[in-house]
Structure formats: structure tokens, C-alpha cells
Nanobody
Framework: EVQVMEAGGGSVQAGGSLILSCAAS????????MGWFREVPGSEREGVAA???????IYADSVKGRFTVSRDNAKNIVYLQMDSLRPDDTAVYYC???????????????????WGQGTRVTVSS
């Protein structure tokens, strides 16, 4: 089974930056897609960014131009660089993985079958 673990959350002031990482371990092939989601209490978990097997990417409109997703295939790690953070970026951020050579990056939860425990990001004004 694949284990997924996020790291890098924390507190930052508005306008600051954070980088999140997501490590996939266990039996995992090279052909996987990974997505970043976030959730605030009382709201649905929403897709933020995702990356495919050939480093093709997709972003939610709310983070375009501010967030960048990238992957290191040798380490099975995906990064989410978050710049120009705003208070409404405050959430628990989750990483999700789907192993499928035909996968493509998507921002819908049903596209993924392995999830991390989440890491909290707090942006203060």
C-alpha cells in the first residue's frame, strides 16, 4: 500500500511564502499523479493544484500565479510552493495520490485513492 505524508505547514503573515512537500512511500510506481487539496471547517475539500506523470499541471483559479506544484521523481516527492499568501489560504492542506499510467492531473477528490493526514497552514493579516 502507498503511504502519503505531507510536511511544511505552519504560520505566516499575509504576503509571505511557504513550501509544502508530499512524500509517497511504499509500493509505488513512477506513474502517478498527485494533487493538493485544502479544507476549512464547514466547507468542502477543494482542489488547489495537481501534477501529472509528465509534470503537466493544473491549478485552481484562486491560486493561479501564486502557487507552483512540482515533482521530484527520484525521491517520489511533490512540492507546493505557495507565494503571496492571503488569509483566505488558511486551511488544512492535504496531498493525494493516484497510481495509474493513464492518470492526468485533476482537482476532484474522486480522482485519487491515497491521502495524507494533512498539514495546517495559517495566514495572518
Amino acid at each position: 500500500e502507498v503511504q502519503v505524508m505531507e510536511a511544511g505547514g505552519g504560520s505566516v503573515q499575509a504576503g509571505g511564502s511557504l513550501i509544502l512537500s508530499c512524500a509517497a512511500s511504499g509500493y509505488i510506481s513512477r506513474t502517478y499523479c498527485m494533487g493538493w487539496f485544502r479544507e476549512v471547517p464547514g466547507s468542502e475539500r477543494e482542489g488547489v493544484a495537481a501534477i501529472g506523470t509528465v509534470a503537466n499541471t493544473i491549478y485552481a483559479d484562486s491560486v493561479k500565479g501564486r502557487f507552483t506544484v512540482s515533482r521530484d521523481n527520484a525521491k517520489n516527492i511533490v512540492y507546493l510552493q505557495m507565494d503571496s499568501l492571503r488569509p483566505d489560504d488558511t486551511a488544512v492542506y492535504y496531498c493525494a495520490v493516484v497510481e495509474d499510467p493513464d492518470c492526468y492531473p485533476r482537482l476532484t477528490k474522486d480522482g485519487y485513492n491515497f491521502w495524507g493526514q494533512g498539514t495546517r497552514v495559517t495566514v495572518s493579516s
